[in-house]
C-alpha cells in the first residue's frame, strides 16, 4: 500500500488527478437543460443537477442524455487508464476526482450532484458484474417504493458486500467502503428529509 501512495504522489498522477477532476465537473444535467431549452436543474424542483431532477421537468429524453452523461464520465477514463497500465486499486481510488469534480464541479461554483451514476459509470468500467448487482438491486427497490433515492442508497449500502463477493481483494473492498460514505453524505439531506418524515 505504501508503493501505491508513493505512485499517486508522482507528477504523472497529480495531473491525471486534476484531468479527472475537471472531467467529473462536467455538468450534463446543465447541459441538458440547455440543449433541450429546459429550466435550469438548479433552479427547480429539489434543486439537484442531477438526472432524476431533469426527469422531473417530464424531458425524459434530457434525463437519459444527463444520466449517460455523467456515467459515462466516471466510465470513460477509467476504460482508458486501465489500458495506459494502471491497476484496478489505483484507478479506484483516483476515480474519487471525479465524483469530487461532480459534486464539487468547477463549473457550477463548487457544487454540484450526487455522484450515484457517476459511481456506476466506474464500478461499471472496474467490476462491471459488482455495477450489474447494484443496478438490479436498485431496480428492484424502485420497482417495490417508487423513490429513486432510497433505492440508490439501497442500492449502494451492498456495494462493499458485492466487491467482497465478486471480487475479493481487500483493498477495493476499503475503497468501497468510502464510495458508500461518499454517496450517503451527498445525500445527507435527503436522508434527514425521509427520517423527519418518518417520526
Do not use: C
Not at 12 to 31: D, K, Q, R, W
Not at 100 to 122: D, E, P, Q, R, W
Amino acid at each position: 500500500i505504501n508503493q501505491m501512495l508513493e505512485n499517486m504522489l508522482s507528477t504523472e498522477t497529480i495531473v491525471i488527478i486534476t484531468i479527472l477532476y475537471i472531467a467529473g465537473s462536467i455538468p450534463f444535467a446543465v447541459l441538458s437543460s440547455v440543449i433541450f431549452k429546459l429550466p435550469d436543474p438548479r433552479k427547480h424542483g429539489s434543486r439537484n443537477p442531477g438526472a432524476t431532477n431533469v426527469l422531473r421537468t417530464g424531458n425524459k429524453s434530457a434525463a437519459v442524455f444527463t444520466l449517460f452523461g455523467d456515467a459515462l464520465k466516471g466510465f470513460i477514463p477509467m476504460i482508458y487508464f486501465m489500458t495506459s497500465g494502471f491497476d484496478t486499486q489505483q484507478l479506484y481510488l483516483l476515480s474519487f476526482s471525479i465524483l469530487i469534480g461532480h459534486s464539487y464541479s468547477i463549473f457550477l461554483n463548487f457544487s454540484g450532484g450526487k455522484g450515484v451514476a457517476t459511481s456506476l459509470g466506474i464500478i461499471f468500467a472496474l467490476v462491471p458484474s459488482v455495477a450489474a448487482l447494484i443496478v438490479s438491486v436498485w431496480l428492484l427497490v424502485y420497482y417495490l417504493f417508487r423513490v429513486s433515492g432510497v433505492s440508490a442508497l439501497i442500492g449502494f449500502l451492498l456495494l462493499p458486500l458485492f466487491m467482497y463477493l465478486v471480487n475479493g481483494d481487500s483493498y477495493m473492498i476499503m475503497i468501497s467502503f468510502a464510495n458508500v460514505i461518499f454517496i450517503y453524505l451527498t445525500h445527507k439531506k435527503n436522508i434527514l428529509e425521509f427520517i423527519s418524515n418518518q417520526t
